[in-house]
């Protein structure tokens, strides 16, 4: 059955695929801003990892003993001001900022895309990002190299691995001052960089970052749609792959789900 | 605040049978004013003026079509309606695919506000589509968009692509909803008139079926969604029911402006209150706003409705009460709640922060009464606004001109070389790649497209645990349809019918956007009756019934009316999307099989086009070959005998071997000598003829014997024409040419960058 969005209410878990998984037991938050379009993707890519989702509302105040938490892409609250501008208001967003910011015990965040730009605007992250150098939106299949696999979000890839995964989206150029890209880049918090060609204009081919202690981590191109095969891009880093067979992106949920069983 | 008008009360117009009333500048006929006059005893109102001037409008009353578009429901045979949920006649129709899901689809034109206001006008034709089947009580899963523009080069066509393809994707791109298909055609026909045409697709179980309609006297009446504004006032009767002219004032302000994010929260909303069973009846507020929501819910209901106007949210509080009834306004939904309901309505309203605001109630007393602060503006019978318009027999006879056009056949010159035609075509505006375009829309968003742009339908899957899903193809062609339109019509059909089968699914269910000229000349007239019979007919002989649609008039700047453009779409059912056939080969070693026989048919097609002709006759079409082959298709598909598959259509053979190539960049070896024989036949034809019932496909080796058999125990014709080849990179048509794949791509990629940047 297709996983609908909760009715009013508690958030209700939604089970993993394989319920002897030992990576059932970790409860993954996905938060849903009035905009948020692609929560239910992320829910079924938690679920095809491995482990069990749980929808959270922007409005709520209680994160509801979540493991980790993945703010998906979208457009909430339609963009306007800026991306992500009115969201990172919500109350839950005060609770996930909180929550983020403890130090090395501190709860795993993933922006995707939209979600990346609610946490630049949190603060949870540098930068920001500003409308893609074609001035279009762009939709296509991206080709990404894992600069960092040590973060929380990254630990199942090999370092310098490269990834397909699509990209979506009409404000996706990165931008930070000079200064703040060489923090990134000296600190190791370049986590995702384009290769064979940069799609938006972002500085430095960035394509995500992390925070210092790398359990937050926003990225503009969006893994949850490289999770199934059938549905996922043409293509792979990996080599051949059925039609529509990318799964590149699977590796960004078992990172987290492995991190914090083992 | 209403004391501002001089309100035109009930009580007022009987006092003043004589006051003139502006019936022609809001569209009406004397005879239509006449006969409102007539079913009132009196004068109308301003208010009720302004309701019958905009629901019996051609946009809104389907006036000059309704008499010919009775044949859909005519020829429908019980066998058609075996899958039919709900037919003709509501917001969408429903289609029943099994398991208790049920899909509802339908493709409707924006096409004269996208003109005027290209971004926006595109943007509200995603926006109205996609409320049509949330009206029915469904998840929008896709949306698709047939478009044609005038000439690629013509000055004012970039500022239309520019803004329309800006349009639908800002909106639909908003709504997380995935763009899976649509076409891309240049006309000049088309200049002065583009067509924008949107279909959306929406998914829900058998028992969330909802309906437009008001009953239970007590009930309550709600708008919820967006304010109501200034805009869009008189876009269905002053726009899309009348054609440009430049001596005229622009039309600007008749065009409604969308916010996709209120639409958004909108559909999560609705399928909240659906969900939770609060609401009785539901109704989009599309073209005439307030009016049709009202007049179609009371008149569709068992009773009558209250309505006091001045409860209405306004975004301007300047609007008169006609303008109210008027407005295009976006984002807002009217629905009939019970009592006991209202709390739990307003307690999902609230959650996702959505104005509401109660309007009246449904009454027993049959008629459709709107007060402004107590005061009666409009009392009527709500059927004779909804229903019971004018309805005309237009005038048609068959064009004098059609003989000499169609008298004069295509005599192609040889190209001299085959290779560089086959570039030409490839590069041309209508063959060319349209990734510019489709890269703009988010195909993936919801995780279930299976197969999107440029496969031959787009594929969504709707359960996830059996992975059951539909296919959509829409298909048009307007210069067949204008060499015969009964035959284009049937044509178009026959193409989108192809298509669905070609990516393995069963054809459903068919939904239909005709667009037109002006029906007040008889010749287009006549395009119109033919197309509609040619429809009709295709349809009961295909088995596919059409379950709802739109009919576009008007589309003519002064006396240039477009080709008939009968965009028809076909829904298909998977039992799993898994099954499905991608348009490219992509294992070396597969053989290439090409389905159905060839003749010499070059009349009205691209490589016509490409030289400047349009004459003669449109292609030969044979149903119960083209029923042939999609059962073949959809059989190897379901039994795994194809890896890949592409119909042939638009371009022919040269256009299909070179999408098959371009779709994984994989070669192939093909040979012609035998089909040249076979149907006597040059290369130059074999390769740009557009005959129909077509495909070709690529077998692996292991399927070869099974293949064969079961094309010879259904008697069609299929010959192997070639084997894929991943050596090479290039498509060898042997003795004739050799094309690199990266030159053909360079080609194929190239020609809407260079003219849009």
């Keep these: ?262 | 605040m209403s004391k501002k008008f001089n309100i035109d009360t009930v009580a007022n117009a009987e006092a003043t049978p004589g006051q003139a009333l502006p019936w022609a500048e809001l569209g009406l006929k004397e005879n239509e004013y006449k006969r409102v006059e007539e079913i009132l005893g009196r004068r109308p109102t301003g208010a009720e003026l302004a309701m019958y001037s905009v629901m019996w409008s051609e946009h809104c009353s389907y006036k000059s079509s309704k008499v010919h578009l009775r044949q859909f429901g005519d020829k429908v045979t019980d066998a058609m309606k075996e899958h039919l949920l709900v037919g003709i006649g509501e917001n969408a129709g429903v289609v029943d695919i099994g398991d208790g899901w049920a899909v509802t689809f339908k493709v409707e034109s924006h096409n004269h506000p996208s003109f005027v206001e290209p971004y926006q006008g595109a943007a509200t034709g995603v926006g109205g589509i996609v409320r049509d089947i949330i009206s029915m009580g469904a998840r929008p899963v896709a949306v698709m968009d047939p478009l044609r523009f005038g000439a690629i080069d013509h000055p004012d066509t970039a500022r239309l692509v520019h803004g329309i393809v800006a349009g639908i994707g800002g909106y639909g791109n908003s709504l997380g909803l995935p763009n899976i298909g649509g076409e891309v055609v240049f006309d000049s026909v088309y200049q002065g008139n583009p067509l924008v045409n949107a279909l959306a697709v929406g998914v829900l179980r058998h028992e969330d079926i909802r309906l437009a309609n008001a009953s239970g006297a007590g009930n309550r009446v709600v708008l919820f969604g967006a304010r109501t504004g200034g805009d869009g006032i008189g876009g269905a009767s002053v726009l899309a029911s009348e054609s440009f002219d430049s001596s005229k004032p622009s039309k600007r302000p008749a065009v409604q402006v969308g916010d996709p994010f209120a639409e958004k929260v909108l559909i999560e909303c609705c399928l909240e209150l659906f969900k939770a069973s609060v609401v009785e009846g539901i109704q989009d507020l599309g073209a005439a706003g307030i009016s049709c929501a009202t007049s179609e819910l009371a008149s569709n209901g068992d009773g009558g409705m209250h309505v006091e106007l001045t409860n209405v949210l306004l975004r301007d509080p300047s609007l008169t009460p006609g303008e109210i009834l008027m407005s295009e306004s976006q984002e807002r939904m009217m629905a009939v709640v019970t009592p006991a309901n209202v709390e739990a309505f307003e307690a999902i309203m609230d959650k996702w922060a959505v104005e509401y605001s109660w309007l009246g109630e449904v009454t027993g007393t049959g008629r459709l009464i709107i007060e402004w602060d107590g005061e009666k503006i409009v009392d009527v019978d709500p059927r004779t606004v909804a229903h019971e318009g004018p309805v005309y027999e237009r005038p048609f006879h068959r064009p004098e001109w059609l003989d000499a056009v169609q008298a004069d056949a295509f005599r192609p010159e040889q190209p001299a070389d085959l290779r560089e035609a086959v570039l030409e075509l490839m590069a041309s505006p209508n063959m060319c790649s349209k990734d510019w375009v489709t890269d703009q829309f988010d195909r993936y968003v919801q995780g279930n497209t299976a197969l999107a742009m440029p496969d031959d339908a787009g594929v969504v899957r709707v359960d996830e645990e059996t992975g059951l899903g539909v296919a959509i193809s829409t298909d048009a062609n307007g210069r067949y349809s204008y060499l015969n339109p009964y035959e284009g019509a049937r044509l178009a059909l026959a193409e989108a019918y192809r298509n669905v089968a070609t990516s393995g699914a069963e054809p459903l269910a068919v939904t239909d956007c005709l667009n037109f000229g002006s029906p007040e000349d008889p010749e287009v007239m006549w395009q119109f009756v033919e197309t509609v019979r040619g429809l009709a007919d295709a349809c009961q002989e295909l088995g596919v019934p059409v379950t709802g649609g739109n009919v576009s008039l008007y589309n003519q700047t002064g006396g240039v009316a477009i080709h008939p453009t009968p965009v028809v779409g076909v829904l298909g059912v998977f039992d799993d999307v898994a099954r499905r056939t991608p348009s490219g080969w992509r294992e070396d070693g597969q053989a290439v099989y090409l389905l159905g026989t060839t003749a010499a048919e070059l009349d009205g097609s691209e490589w016509a086009n490409l030289r400047g002709h349009l004459g003669g006759k449109p292609p030969a079409l044979d149903l119960t070959a083209e029923r042939t082959l999609a059962a073949i298709l959809v059989n190897c598909s379901r039994d795994g005998m194809i890896d890949a598959a592409h119909d042939l259509s638009e371009g022919g053979l040269a256009a299909g071997l070179s999408e098959m190539a371009l779709r994984f960049g994989v070669g192939a070896r093909i040979g012609l000598d035998e089909v040249c024989e076979r149907d006597g036949i040059d290369a130059f034809t074999a390769l740009f003829s557009e005959s129909q019932a077509r495909a070709v496909v690529s077998v692996p080796r292991s399927e070869e014997v099974r293949f064969n058999d079961m094309c010879t125990a259904r008697n069609f014709p299929t010959m192997r024409i070639g084997v894929v080849d991943t050596e090479n990179e290039a498509l060898d048509v042997q003795g004739y040419f050799n094309l690199p794949i990266d030159q053909l791509r360079e080609a194929h990629q190239g020609t809407l960058p260079k003219h849009f940047g």
């Design chain 1, 1 to 262: 059955m297709t996983v609908e969005t909760p009715l009013i209410g508690g958030p209700q878990p939604v089970a993993s695929n394989n319920e002897d998984s030992p990576l059932n037991g970790v409860k993954i938050g996905v938060v849903t801003f009035p905009g948020s379009l692609d929560d239910r993707d992320a829910v079924r890519a938690v679920r095809l990892a491995g482990g069990s989702a749980i929808h959270l509302w922007h409005g709520d105040h209680d994160l509801h003993d979540v493991d980790a938490v993945i703010i998906p892409g979208g457009f909430s609250y339609g963009d306007y001001l800026r991306a992500g501008a009115i969201s990172r208001f919500a109350p839950l967003m005060e609770q996930i900022t909180a929550a983020a910011s403890g130090g090395a015990d501190a709860l795993p965040v993933l922006g995707i895309c939209n979600g990346f730009q609610v946490l630049t605007e949190a603060h949870l992250l540098p930068g920001s990002m500003i409308k893609n150098n074609s001035l279009h939106f762009i939709c296509r299949d991206q080709r990404l190299r894992v600069e960092n696999a040590g973060t929380f979000w990254t630990s199942e890839y090999a370092q310098d691995e490269e990834l397909v995964i699509p990209l979506k989206n009409q404000d996706g150029q990165f931008v930070a001052d000079n200064r703040t890209l060489d923090e990134l880049e000296g600190e190791g918090r370049v986590v995702f960089r384009y290769v064979d060609g940069n799609p938006n204009g972002s500085r430095r081919d960035i394509a995500g970052i992390s925070n210092i202690a790398g359990n937050v981590v926003g990225l503009m191109p969006h893994p949850e749609h490289a999770v199934e095969a059938g549905f996922g891009p043409d293509s792979s880093a990996r080599g051949e792959v059925g039609v529509r067979g990318g799964t590149d992106g699977l590796g960004i949920f078992t990172s987290v789900l492995k991190k914090l069983v083992g």
